[in-house]
């Protein structure tokens, strides 16, 4: 079973319009296989748009944070909440139809009130000036664990919804 056997691509992405616009995340829906199948692009930071716009930030740090992430809520069963090796909260749902893994949905982008981007890190992984990455982490919004987790909430039924209808 596909995600699109669930919901259309379009409805899919009036989810992540959703996220995007009442959670203020980067959001997305992926397959089983971890692939993106919508094609809607959301990022709400400069910080973010930096990282994927070079594919070794992609790679060190965007994609082992949802690899993990992923493997963790699949294996669980369970909404996980974590950071990025750059500081920046991730919420992965999984998606399940009866004991079948379908996909993930959740969202990301923005720091736990209170922390601070992990600016080294993202230096070293994309190559660009310290400075540079300082200066677009100013712009990385915060985000209360409640709403975090109000946000975790809403995808759970979303996804017990869709799954059981």
């Known amino acids: 079973m596909l995600m699109t056997d669930l919901l259309t691509k379009e409805q899919w992405t009036d989810l992540e319009k959703t996220l995007h616009n009442d959670w203020g995340v980067n959001a997305c829906a992926y397959d089983a296989k971890g692939m993106t199948f919508t094609g809607f692009k959301n990022l709400v930071n400069p910080l973010c748009a930096e990282i994927k716009s070079h594919p070794e930030g992609i790679q060190a740090i965007c994609s082992v944070a949802h690899q993990h992430m992923a493997q963790q809520a699949q294996s669980t069963g369970k909404t996980i ?22 996909g993930i949905v959740g969202g990301c982008g923005r720091k736990l009130e209170g922390n601070n981007v992990e600016t080294f890190i993202v230096h070293k992984a994309i190559n660009i000036p310290l400075e540079t990455v300082d200066k677009l982490a100013e712009d990385v919004p915060e985000i209360i664990m409640e709403k975090a987790q109000d946000m975790a909430k809403f995808l759970e039924k ?5 799954a059981h209808a």
Not at 81 to 102: M, N, R, S, W, Y
Not at 158 to 162: E, H, I, P, R, S
């Open 81 to 102: 909440i974590e950071q990025c090796d750059a500081g920046l909260l991730k919420i992965c749902t999984p998606v399940f139809v009866d004991d079948e893994f379908i």
């Open 158 to 162: 979303f996804v017990a919804d869709v």
